[in-house]
């Protein structure tokens, strides 16, 4: 997949599957998981000449929540899209257990965004619309759809329309609809961007609710307190690759990359450092 040798000192973009305690992977996650492990390998998604995805590998299985960081333009929204079979690679192969994403399956992985998308109805209208496009049952979705209002503390604003919800009653609002599919793998795309302590603690909490009820997290952040609070282990990206994997412990007390380093430091990480890493990595 590379445009380029690569030298036997360049740490392998491959980053295996981490064990995870026994107690902490949910009765019903195996044997005939619809989602994981959810696996890519080889991915590869360029624009105008740049790799923004640069041969990734990379499996999710397990349980937790697993903190995708790194800067602006690193390709972290772009490797969860990936991931989510909501775009298409340029080269290499996702896989939900050992298949393509399909969209029977595409109800079991959930996804929020950093600016939610919702429709111009009320709170529990979108809710159940989301169970209604899922196939769920008629008899079966508004109960479903009051009970995610309900733990997600919406239950008041059922009747009101989306639109005219605060930004953190909206952005709850999104992961309550995602969560009332009960999906297996949740992908949260900078959640709590631009919201106040209150909403972000509420969000951080329903998806800590949903861990304890069997959903693997995918979270992309930028806030340093927060993935310390969240995190069971970190990614670290930078330039379209992963420059780290590790549990979230090794990662803030003792990151294994420079780059990661750096960035807990509070450097600026340019592209222009990951080339000269590059040519040095290159050089005999
Ligand atoms: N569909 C696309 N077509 C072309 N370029 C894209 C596409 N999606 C993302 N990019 C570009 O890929 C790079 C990585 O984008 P991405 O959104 O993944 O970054 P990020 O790490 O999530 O950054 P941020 O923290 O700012 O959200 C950016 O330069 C972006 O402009």
């Known amino acids: 997949m590379l445009d380029r040798p690569r030298s036997p000192q360049e740490p392998a973009n491959v980053v295996a599957p981490r064990p995870v305690p026994a107690e902490r992977v949910p009765a019903h996650a195996l044997p005939s998981d619809p989602v994981l492990p959810l696996s890519a390998r080889g991915l590869v998604f360029a624009r105008a000449g740049r790799r923004l995805i640069d041969d990734i590998d990379f499996t999710l299985e397990g349980a937790g929540i697993t903190l995708i960081m790194g800067h602006n333009g690193a390709g972290k929204s772009l490797l969860l899209r990936l991931l989510a079979g909501l775009v298409e690679p340029d080269a290499g192969t996702v896989t939900w257990n050992g298949r393509a994403p399909d969209r029977a399956r595409a109800t079991r992985v959930g996804f929020v ?46 009747g009101v329309p989306a639109r005219l919800m605060s930004g953190g009653e909206q952005q709850r609002l999104a992961l309550a609809r995602a969560l009332a599919l009960r999906p297996r793998v949740l992908m949260l795309d900078e959640p709590t961007a631009s919201l106040d302590p209150t909403s972000v603690a509420h969000i951080e909490a329903l998806a800590l609710e949903a861990v304890r009820a069997g959903t693997r997290i995918l979270f992309v952040g930028h806030d340093l307190a927060q993935a310390r609070r969240l995190a069971d282990e970190v990614v670290f990206m930078h330039s379209g690759r992963i420059a780290e994997r590790t549990p979230a412990a090794t990662f803030f007390d003792n990151p294994q990359s420079p780059l990661a380093a750096r960035f807990l430091a509070g450097d600026l990480l340019l592209d222009e450092d990951r080339k000269l890493k590059r040519e040095e990595e290159t050089t005999p």
């Open 113 to 158: 965004f950093q600016k939610p998308v919702l429709l111009r109805r009320s709170a529990l209208g979108n809710v159940v619309h989301a169970l209604k496009c899922a196939g769920v049952k008629r008899a079966e979705r508004k109960l479903r759809a009051h009970e995610a209002l309900q733990r997600a503390r919406l239950a008041p604003l059922a």
